[in-house]
């Protein structure tokens, strides 16, 4: 299903240059919202790794997000929106390169409304990212 197919609209005002990685808001239409919850770097039930690095934790973070969505029926294009929580904001702009490619490989050139906000901790001790989710179904 593509982007348009849900009335999916990146918006940009004029004047404003493109960002990078994220959309400043998204106009999406549909029937049905998905709303999902703060997904972390754990793989089933175990604990995250204490020496997970930030890159490979916002993959995971992002894979488990996908894999919810999909089992609510929707799937990448039909995601407007993303909040992620970091708690060091230093890493997580020292580790750009890592983010981007933790992003290729889930959610390829698709790029949401996105908040990105520091924290000073996250439910599991070793987490040090965690990302939620809105989706829209035609």
Do not use: C, K
């Amino acid at each position: 299903m593509a982007a348009e197919d849900i009335g999916y609209r990146a918006i940009l005002p004029d004047g404003w240059t493109r960002p990078r990685g994220f959309s400043h808001a998204v106009s999406a239409t549909g029937a049905t919202t998905i709303r999902v919850s703060g997904q972390l770097a754990r793989e089933g039930d175990a604990p995250i790794p204490p020496d997970l690095s930030l890159g490979e934790q916002w993959r995971r973070a992002l894979t488990n997000l996908v894999t919810v969505v999909r089992a609510a029926g929707a799937d990448i294009p039909n995601i407007v929106l993303l909040r992620a929580y970091v708690t060091d904001m230093a890493e997580f702009n020292a580790g750009g390169a890592q983010v981007g490619e933790a992003w290729a490989v889930t959610l390829g050139r698709h790029f949401p409304a996105m908040t990105l906000v520091g924290v000073t901790g996250l439910v599991d001790p070793h987490a040090r990212v965690e990302i939620e989710a809105e989706a829209v179904l035609p």
